[in-house]
């Protein structure tokens, strides 16, 4: 499936489409390794930052991947009925006469099934779904929801690791022996952090609402003129449950154990390193914020 194309950061509030864009940049505010808070600034002086989807571009081929096989992020079966595979290749990216009752969309062909719903999670004639955000946040989301093994496309229950593992243990086994390199080693802690402290914002929040919806009704259109997708919705409806509620529960649990490691680490080690206080204060924020991993307040699709 393919994503419609979409302004980059440079050109995301031009124009009249540009006025559909949150007038904010949703940056972190502050630069401490402890801080995991996120500040709406104006968009002018915003520094490395990206056009994000609040919605991720990822969602539709991970919802596709539980449309297909019956299988939940969570690697739980479905209680909805699958699609056929046969009837997904054959009218995913080609025309349906008939979608195109629906309506016109914005970017794309209103009568291809692909088109309408990346065209609902946000494209250059449609920037609802688009929100200048920190470019480390935006990297850190686009990770936070990514549960597909790409060797096989299917959902495993848990999410990739923010950063890989064998590379974290390095830069932990580094702090510890020389002192040195706390920011890369907490930095990961501390975004995954953010990006739900992020989610949660209000107006970001309330972005993400429209954009989902969006999305379901876009399903609703498809389950009605497109052959073979009748159960779409009641798929959306579940696969966005668990795609959220998942997220957080794995974003808790890896941050949870990366949070014990570096506490044992530092406890265990023979010689205190002299990085150790500022490690162990900035660990103990951490600790603190992770209460703000957490699912959003999502509305009822319907």
């Known amino acids: 499936m393919l994503s419609m194309s979409y302004p980059s950061n440079g050109e995301l509030f031009k124009g009249k489409r540009g006025k559909e864009v949150l007038q ?12 995991c808070a996120i500040s709406a600034i104006d968009p002018s002086s915003a520094s490395k930052c990206d056009t994000e989807h609040i919605v991720d571009l990822q969602y539709i081929p991970q919802l596709f991947a539980t449309a297909l096989s019956g299988v939940l992020p969570t690697g ?4 909805s009925s699958i699609i056929n595979q046969a009837d997904f290749l054959k009218y995913a990216r080609d025309a349906v006469s008939d979608l195109a009752k629906a309506g016109k969309i914005s970017s794309g062909d209103s009568s291809i099934m692909n088109d309408r719903l990346f065209n609902a999670i946000g494209s250059t004639t449609n920037r609802l779904g688009l929100i200048r955000t920190a470019t480390n946040v935006n990297l850190y989301k686009g990770r936070v929801f990514d549960f597909l093994d790409d060797s096989n496309f299917e959902f495993t229950g848990s999410i990739k690791s ?7 243990q390095k ?6 022996k020389y002192g040195t390199s706390e920011d890369q080693l907490l930095d990961p802690i501390r975004m995954t952090i953010a990006v739900w402290v992020y989610l949660n914002n209000a107006q970001v929040l309330a972005r993400l609402n429209q954009v989902r ?13 497109v052959p073979g997708m009748t159960s779409l919705p009641s798929i959306t409806k579940e696969f966005d449950k668990a795609y959220f509620e998942h997220a957080a529960a794995e974003s808790l649990k890896w941050a949870e154990a990366r949070i014990a490691a570096v506490s044992s680490a530092y406890t265990n080690t023979l010689i205190v390193p002299g990085n150790s206080e500022i490690v162990k204060s900035t660990l103990n924020l951490l600790y603190n914020n992770l209460n703000e991993i957490k699912t959003p307040d999502l509305d009822s699709l319907d």
């Open 24 to 35: 904010k940049a949703m940056v972190l505010a502050s630069q401490s390794c402890g801080s």
């Open 76 to 79: 739980k079966k479905m209680a």
């Open 162 to 168: 923010v950063i890989e593992l064998k590379k974290w």
């Open 171 to 176: 830069i932990l086994n580094t702090a510890v």
């Open 213 to 225: 919806q969006n999305i379901y009704t876009e399903t609703k259109n498809v389950a009605t003129y």
